[in-house]
């Protein structure tokens, strides 16, 4: 994280600034809703998981998923992830899901897919 932070951020740059994670913010209510997906080989991931936390803690609705076995970006690389279609899919019910139905503040959920042979 250090590489990519120096290789991404200036130097000098105040890295407990909100802007560059709204984790950091001292009040996240009134945030509108919230759809986080991670992925399980993510250095990201545990971060993404807490801002959810975060938010449901300052009222938000969130629904937080978490691609297991899934490296960061993964729903934009194609066939060369292994299952391409996965995070766009599950994106796309948990949409319908949250214009059809009242969910519960907070949804979480654990992604375990079996590869397609």
């Not at 991670?38 to 609705?61: I, S, W």
């Not at 729903?75 to 899901?97: F, N, W």
């Not at 949804?107 to 897919?113: D, F, S």
């Amino acid at each position: 994280m250090s590489w990519a932070g120096n290789h991404y951020l200036p130097s000098g740059v105040d890295l407990s600034d909100p802007r560059l994670s709204p984790l950091r913010a001292p009040d996240l209510s009134g945030l509108p809703p919230a759809l986080i997906h991670t992925a399980g080989y993510d250095l990201l991931r545990d971060e993404g998981e807490a801002y959810a936390e975060a938010l449901e803690r300052a009222g938000v609705k969130v629904h937080y998923v978490c691609h297991e076995h899934m490296i960061h970006h993964f729903y934009a690389m194609g066939g060369c992830a292994g299952r391409p279609a996965e995070g766009r899919r599950c994106k796309s019910v948990t949409v319908k899901a949250q214009r059809a139905t009242p969910t519960p503040s907070h949804a979480r959920a654990v992604v375990r897919l079996q590869a397609k042979r």
